[in-house]
């Protein structure tokens, strides 16, 4: 039987490059919530709360900065383009 799906809508695969002492971080603490609780709890899981926790502050009117297409458009090597999954 596989795994049940978490993500409900289209997804996109990232591959993310960090530091040893995050991960061990957010596998420590993902581990406690999955002790704590009912279901599996992942450093994926973690990460993507984060990153749904950032796009509201970006879309909350109090920001202050300003995203634009050139912002949310995919960069080549040379532009500095990140890799990163979950």
């Not at 002790?35 to 950032?54: F, N, S």
């Given at each position: ?6 993500i ?48 509201e ?30």
């Amino acid at each position: 039987m596989g795994r049940p799906h978490k993500i409900r809508e289209d997804t996109k695969l990232y591959n993310l490059l960090m530091p040893q002492r995050q991960y061990d971080i957010l596998s420590t603490h993902s581990h406690n919530l999955t002790q704590a609780g009912i279901e599996k709890v992942t450093v994926a899981d973690l990460i993507r709360e984060a990153i749904d926790i950032y796009i509201e502050a970006i879309e909350d009117e109090e920001y202050e900065g300003e995203v634009t297409e050139k912002d949310t458009s995919v960069s080549g090597p040379q532009g500095g383009g990140v890799v990163a999954s979950c």
